[in-house]
């Protein structure tokens, strides 16, 4: 009963061998099959299921032998008589992590029917002179009346990953994360956005490279039910999440993964002959294919515009890529780029409204659409380059801000009647007198660079050090953002 509840709730919100990934003819069956996860050395398998005389879930082990995956047989050593579910194994390939409501679980208060709840609380099993030790609780304050599941470990095993939900209520599921601390697991703590978000997410996993996180969500701007996404995580910081798209998502649902050899083990759900609905395991390669989502937009009227995008997208070890997009009639544009760039350049120059030039960093992306607004031309509006910079405490302009001050140059000498203020801004960091003047200097390098350009629109300069901050703090994204040049207009001519 437990596995028919926690399904249904799921579905109401619903480079090795080529054999190594497709062949899973000894695998699938019409009961559900969840959760893979494949050793490191690739040798074996273990996943979870409910089959034909198993009253609860199992988890199950499948030998990887003669080019394809052995008949899979329950993991004796890891089951116990109730739910054992969600296996996953270590990097080091010595521990399994797990979730079960076995004996010793932590119980809920009775129900109106006055029934004892049992909550899923995450085991784990080391490998110990070549044998599977039997299944303890983790040790420290992660497991909790409510239900763990889903768990993952980061590649030290200092980091616990998994999802939490109130029995029942599955709607309510967010990934968290718990450090380790003596050999003893902290607290637990929800992941921020853009991994969590007021939709369902239910799994997460660490890439092979320690970079980033593949998640499951529910988010509408997926393909259908639950997607599988990925997330950039460096230097604290998360980047877009991207929808890895066909083949892997479709419009079923997927989640419950792993990752070995650059391919993904993952569930789907899958319509049998008999039309009802289970859970099959698949595997793909993970494709460097992301696709990027905006939405452009009039800031005073909201009104959606099909504008021309030009985007500059760095490659590694290879020409940046230029290419230009058009929004459609609502607004929306969809840019499909072949690797995961650490940023883009976006320039927009629409009759009638003032230039949108902008350097976008991954971490700047938020559930996985971008939102552009373009500002009319008129009197006191102001746009901001950030990506104009400077060498250290000083007012010499960098050579990878020209191409946007080459463009804003041809910019306004096709807007002769424009007149503006540049206005130049610092970060927190230093003493204000300093800012002060250092933001003046910037700005009066900013004008020069203009007329050098042969802009003869009216240029005035102001200096605002540091007293108008974006965000008024000192974290490494305050100071990006607060580092900037702001154009303002202050007259407009016919």
Same mark, same amino acid.
Not at 111 to 137: E, F, M
Not at 355 to 376: E, M, N, S, T
Not at 405 to 430: C, E, F, V
């Given at each position: ?13 619903? &480079? ?8 899973? +003819? ?44 052995? +008949? ?6 890891? *089951?116990?008589?109730? *739910? ?33 709840? &049992? ?9 110990? /002179? ?6 303890? !609780? ?30 029942? @209520? ?29 939709? =369902? ?11 980033? %996180? ?16 990925? #997330?950039? @995580? ?8 991207? *929808? ?64 021309? &995008?030009?985007?500059?997208?760095? /490659? ?12 459609? /009639? ?28 902008? !350097? #976008? ?7 996985? #659409? ?14 901001? =380059? ?35 203020? =540049?206005?130049? @801004? ?21 004008? !020069? ?7 003869? *629109?009216?240029? /005035? ?25 702001? %154009?303002?207009? =202050?007259? #407009?001519?016919?």
């Amino acid at each position: 009963m437990k596995i028919y509840l926690f399904i249904s709730a799921l579905f109401i919100f619903l &480079v090795a061998h080529p054999a190594f990934g497709e062949n899973m +003819k000894n695998i699938n069956t019409s009961y559900h099959e969840l959760a893979p996860s494949v050793a490191p050395d690739g040798s074996f398998m273990v996943f979870y299921s409910k089959r034909e005389k198993d009253r609860y879930n199992n988890i199950y082990i499948s030998q990887f032998e003669n080019d394809e995956w052995a +008949k899979p047989a329950k993991f004796q050593v890891l *089951n116990s008589p109730y *739910n054992d579910e969600a296996p996953y194994i270590a990097r080091n390939g010595k521990v399994i992590i797990f979730t079960s409501d076995r004996d010793g679980s932590a119980e809920m208060a009775k129900n109106s029917k006055g029934q004892i709840r &049992v909550s899923h609380d995450l085991y784990w099993s080391h490998l110990v /002179k070549g044998q599977w030790t039997r299944p303890v !609780k983790i040790p420290g304050k992660v497991n909790t009346a409510y239900h763990e599941k889903a768990p993952s470990l980061s590649h030290d095993g200092k980091i616990v990953y998994f999802s939490r939900y109130e029995f029942g @209520h599955i709607q309510n599921a967010q990934l968290m994360y718990a450090n380790m601390v003596n050999g003893s697991f902290e607290e637990a703590t929800e992941f921020p956005e853009p991994i969590n978000s007021p939709d =369902i997410e239910i799994s997460l996993i660490p890439d092979e490279n320690d970079q980033g %996180f593949y998640f499951s969500s529910n988010r509408p701007e997926g393909e259908g039910s639950f997607d599988i996404y990925y #997330v950039s @995580h460096r230097e604290g910081e998360f980047g877009l999440p991207v *929808n890895l798209g066909p083949p892997i998502n479709t419009d079923q649902a997927e989640t419950y993964f792993s990752i070995y050899n650059d391919r993904l083990f993952y569930s789907r759900t899958h319509e049998s002959e008999s039309k009802k609905l289970h859970f099959d395991i698949l595997s793909e390669p993970v494709s460097d294919d992301i696709f990027l989502r905006f939405t452009i937009k009039d800031i005073s009227t909201k009104k959606n515009l099909s504008v021309d &995008v030009k985007f500059r997208i760095p /490659k590694p070890s290879a020409p940046t890529l230029e290419t230009t997009k058009t929004s459609d /009639k609502d607004g929306k544009l969809m840019l499909k780029v072949d690797h995961r760039p650490e940023y883009i350049d976006i320039f927009i120059e629409k009759e009638g409204y003032l230039p949108y030039y902008k !350097k #976008v960093l991954a971490v700047d992306y938020r559930d996985g #659409v971008f939102p552009i607004v373009l500002q009319p031309i008129e009197k006191n509006r102001s746009f901001t =380059i950030q990506s104009i910079h400077f060498d250290h405490n000083s007012d010499q302009i960098q050579e990878e801000s020209y191409v946007y001050l080459d463009r804003l140059a041809a910019y306004l000498k096709k807007h002769q009647g424009m007149k503006l203020k =540049i206005i130049g @801004h610092t970060d927190l960091i230093g003493k204000e007198e300093f800012n002060l003047k250092l933001s003046q200097k910037r700005a009066s390098s900013v004008k !020069k660079y203009l007329v050098d350009k042969g802009v003869t *629109n009216k240029l /005035k300069i102001e200096g605002a050090g540091e007293t108008r901050p974006v965000i008024n703090n000192k974290e490494p994204k305050a100071n990006r953002l607060n580092r900037r040049t702001e %154009f303002k207009v =202050i007259d #407009v001519e016919n």
